[in-house]
């Protein structure tokens, strides 16, 4: 999601850094790409909507994720609108400004990319566990033992039975809880301090330009605590130091963005360690339980040897 509406945003930043408005950038971006959203903003704009109004619009529309738990779907959009009312606010350079969230969002891209191929052998070792029971279940009805009977005709079956699957649920949700937290990508790492830098840009003053960010933000929904002490301390070097405070904003925006990228590919990477746990105290225990119990109890009954 991020890393296509960072080449969205790419392709808008090289439109108007050539000279085309806003609203016809918008129109030739959406015109061929078969997207709904992008032809549904693009109307709403030739309809007299404002262009971050509209993208806000867009970003409330947008569904639930079911693949990016901890992502909103509209979370990139919200970013892009918030960025396009920041700099049509205080008069800054649209193309700079687009050609920074464009950066933004694709190295959001790029970790949602990577922590994706980390944990899809994780993600499949762990299904297949949970699918072993029933084939084990499958063969031992094959091979003549009565597992079925064994697991619901006796109390040691009964007692098998609702274990193995409480274990499997349990292990199943914690497996789940662990996919999610390292799928789990910030989905804009700096963002107040790249907006800060735009309004700087625009040439108002620095409380002007902070307080401009912030109600912003949180008119988008997106959140102002996360990043006000890095732009705090940036504008106070900025302040001893004398140096251009856009600059530094830009400098620490892009180490942000490095960090994160850096703490989500470990925490995928760490992943595949974490996993044995929930593997170890619930899914194998269950396969126990819900696979070879049930095919002792039927040799077991098979040999007469149960009673």
Do not use: N, Y
């Amino acid at each position: 999601m991020a890393e296509q509406i960072g080449a969205i945003v790419e392709r808008l930043a090289a439109l108007i850094g050539a000279g085309v408005s806003p609203s016809a950038a918008w129109s030739h971006v959406s015109d061929g790409s078969g997207d709904r959203r992008l032809l549904t903003i693009a109307r709403r704009i030739d309809g007299g909507a404002a262009v971050a109004e509209a993208i806000a619009a867009s970003a409330r529309e947008a569904p639930s994720p079911t693949r990016r738990p901890g992502v909103g779907a509209g979370d990139p959009w919200k970013v892009l609108a918030a960025a396009w009312s920041v700099a049509t606010e205080a008069g800054s350079p649209l193309a700079r400004c687009l050609g920074d969230i464009a950066d933004s969002l694709r190295a959001v891209g790029g970790v949602e990319r990577e922590t994706a191929a980390a944990l899809a052998g994780p993600a499949a070792t762990t299904r297949l566990v949970a699918v072993l029971p029933l084939l084990s279940l499958a063969s031992g009805w094959l091979l003549g033992l009565d597992t079925g009977t064994a697991l619901l005709g006796s109390p040691a079956g009964i007692v098998c039975l609702m274990t193995g699957l409480l274990l499997m649920v349990g292990g199943r949700f914690w497996s789940g809880a662990l996919l999610r937290r390292a799928r789990r990508v910030d989905p804009a790492p700096g963002l107040m301090l790249d907006l800060v830098a735009v309004a700087v840009a625009g040439g108002g003053s620095l409380p002007q330009a902070k307080c401009l960010v912030t109600e912003t933000m949180r008119s988008f929904g997106l959140d102002t605590q996360r990043d006000a002490a890095a732009v705090e301390s940036v504008l106070a070097l900025a302040a001893r130091s004398g140096a251009p405070p856009g600059e530094l904003l830009r400098s620490e925006a892009g180490r942000v963005r490095r960090d994160s990228v850096s703490r989500a590919t470990e925490r995928a990477a760490a992943l595949g360690t974490w996993l044995m746990l929930p593997l170890g105290v619930c899914v194998l225990p269950a396969f126990l339980l819900l696979a070879v119990a049930p095919v002792l109890l039927g040799v077991l009954d098979t040999s007469g040897l149960a009673g």
